[in-house]
C-alpha cells in the first residue's frame, strides 16, 4: 500500500528576525511511525536537513520489507521471516521478493525451470578467471566476473532506462538469482584450483549450489537433506533487509540506468565491507581469540573496559534495539547442522553458547541492549559445512541478490529520480587566489 499523505500538519520553526512558521505535510505507510515529507523544505522554507547515514530518513516508497527494530520484527511482502524459513523455499521468497505474493504451483514450476535454464554462465566467463591470482579475494573476483556479465547481457544500456520492458526486468531478475550460485562456486573452485562444475538438473537451487561446490568429476555427489534445507534456509534468513547500505548502493546506482549486473556488482562492493557483509568472520575470528569457555571473563572484561577497541562481534544490530528475529532461527539451523555432521559437541559451539548465555545475563550488555543477530550462530554454520571464512561474504551476496533485483525492479517501475543528498559544507569561506 502507497504511502497516504495526512491531513495534520508538521511545523518547523525558522528564525529570520522574527519567529516564522513553516507547514510540512506528514506521511503514513502501512505499518511504522508517521513521517514528515521534507520534499518541499528548502523551497518552502530555506533549509535543509542533516541526517548523516540517514538513520532517520526514508529515501524511498517501498512494499518489499517491514522491519520493526524495537520489537524484533521483520516481514517480506506482509509474510513473517519465521514463517517464510519454516514454509517456503529460497526460489518462493525471491519470487516474492519481486511480485508481492507467493507463487502458485504452476508459478513456481515455471521459476524453477527457469533459474535452471539461466544458471549456465557463458562459456568465455571462464577467461576472466585466468586474470586474477589464485590467491585473490572471493570478492573481488566476484564483483569483476558479474560487473563483466554486462557485456554478455548488454541489451539495457544506460540511456533505456525508462524504455526497459516487463519482459526485460523479468528476465534480468531470473538471469541474475539463477547464476549467481554458479559464479559464486567458481570463485571458490578457481581459488582452490578445483575444476569448474556445471549445474545439475533434477537439484533444488540450494542443492546445486552445494554440488558445485563440493562435488567431482570422477564421483558421485550424494545430496545431504539436512544440509541442503539449512543452507536454504540461511540463504531465505539474508534475502532482504530493507535499506541497508548495500541494497540503498543498488537502487541508488540502478537509478541511473545502468546495466543491472554492473547495478549488482555494486551491490557486491557495498556488502565487501567488514562492516557490512563481513560480521559472521569477524564472529570466528572472535572465537578464536577467546580459545576456551576459560577465556570468557577476562575478555568480557576487556569488552566492557573498551580495552583496544575490543569488541563482542555478533551482538547488537543498527536496526534491532531487541532480539533479531533472524538470530534465534539461525541457531536453531546450527543446532542442526552440527547434530547432523557428529559436531554437536563442537568446542567452539560449546563456547559461543556460554558467550550468548554471559552477555545475555550481563546488565552492561542488556543496558545497551546488545543481543545476538543473524551473524552470531552463522559462521559456525558455514564452516562446519566446510565453507572457508573467506566466502562467507559471497554466499551472503548470492542470498541478497533476491532481494537486490527486487528492489531494483520496484524502484524502476516507481520511476524513482536518481539519488542526489546535499553536505553542510564545512570548508573555508569565499576567498580570492592571491596575485602572483
Known amino acids: ?3 497516504q499523505q495526512d491531513a495534520g ?3 518547523l520553526r525558522r528564525v529570520e528576525g522574527t519567529a516564522q512558521e513553516v507547514p510540512l505535510g506528514s506521511m503514513k505507510g502501512q505499518l511504522g511511525p508517521d513521517v514528515v515529507d521534507m520534499r518541499t523544505l528548502y523551497r518552502r522554507a530555506g533549509v535543509f536537513s542533516y541526517d548523516p547515514g540517514f538513520a532517520n530518513t526514508a529515501s ?16 517480506h511482502r506482509g509474510y513473517p521471516i519465521e514463517q517464510l524459513c519454516q514454509k517456503a523455499s529460497f526460489p518462493e521468497v525471491a519470487w516474492l521478493l519481486s511480485h508481492g505474493e507467493l507463487p502458485d504451483a504452476r508459478q513456481k514450476a515455471r521459476f524453477e525451470h527457469g533459474l535452471m535454464a539461466e544458471a549456465h554462465l557463458h562459456e568465455q566467463i571462464r577467461n576472466f578467471f585466468n586474470g586474477f591470482r589464485r590467491d585473490s579475494h572471493p570478492m573481488a573476483m566476484l564483483c569483476g566476473t558479474l560487473a563483466g556479465l554486462s557485456s554478455f547481457y548488454g541489451n539495457q544500456g544506460a540511456d533505456q532506462r525508462h524504455r526497459i520492458t516487463s519482459e526485460e526486468r523479468e528476465m534480468s531478475t531470473l538471469r541474475l538469482v539463477a547464476k549467481m550460485p554458479t559464479l559464486a562456486a567458481w570463485v571458490y ?43 536454504e534456509r540461511i ?44 560480521a559472521n568472520e569477524a564472529v570466528l575470528d572472535m572465537l578464536d581469540e577467546i580459545g576456551t569457555v576459560d577465556g570468557i571473563p577476562d575478555f568480557m572484561n576487556r569488552v566492557r573496559n573498551q580495552e583496544d577497541g575490543t569488541r563482542l562481534m555478533g551482538f547488537g544490530h543498527r536496526v534491532y534495539r ?38 545475555l545475563n550481563d546488565e552492561y550488555f542488556i543496558s ?7 551473524d552470531f550462530y552463522s559462521g559456525i554454520i558455514l564452516r562446519a559445512m566446510g565453507i572457508p571464512s573467506s566466502m562467507f561474504t559471497v554466499f551472503f551476496a548470492v542470498a541478497r541478490t533476491a532481494g537486490w533485483v527486487a528492489q531494483w525492479k520496484e524502484m524502476l517501475e516507481s520511476r524513482a529520480g536518481i539519488s542526489r543528498p546535499r553536505a553542510l559544507y564545512v570548508g573555508p569561506d569565499r576567498r580570492d587566489v592571491p596575485a602572483s
Open 189 to 231: 573452485r578457481y581459488s582452490r584450483g578445483l575444476p569448474l562444475i556445471y549445474p545439475r538438473p533434477g537439484l533444488s537451487y540450494a542443492e546445486n549450489c552445494l554440488h558445485m561446490l563440493f562435488s567431482m568429476p570422477e564421483a558421485a555427489w550424494e545430496v545431504n537433506p539436512v544440509l541442503a534445507r539449512a543452507f
Open 368 to 374: 545497551r541492549r546488545l543481543y545476538p543477530n543473524v
Open 60 to 75: 524511498c516508497m517501498s512494499a518489499i520489507t517491514y522491519i520493526d527494530g524495537e520489537a524484533g520484527i521483520l516481514l
Open 9 to 11: 500538519q508538521w511545523v
Open 1 to 3: 500500500m502507497a504511502a
Open 235 to 278: 540463504l531465505i534468513l539474508h534475502a532482504d533487509h530493507g535499506q541497508n547500505v548495500s541494497t540503498s548502493t543498488v537502487r541508488t546506482v540502478g537509478a541511473t540506468g545502468v546495466n543491472p549486473f554492473a547495478c549488482v556488482a555494486a551491490g557486491v562492493a557495498a556488502l565487501w565491507g567488514p562492516a557490512h557483509g563481513g
Open 322 to 359: 531487541n532480539l533479531d528475529p533472524r538470530a534465534g532461527l539461525m541457531r536453531n539451523i546450527c543446532h542442526e547442522v552440527l547434530a547432523e555432521l557428529g559436531m554437536d559437541h563442537d568446542p567452539r559451539l560449546e563456547l559461543a553458547m556460554k558467550l550468548e548465555e554471559t552477555a
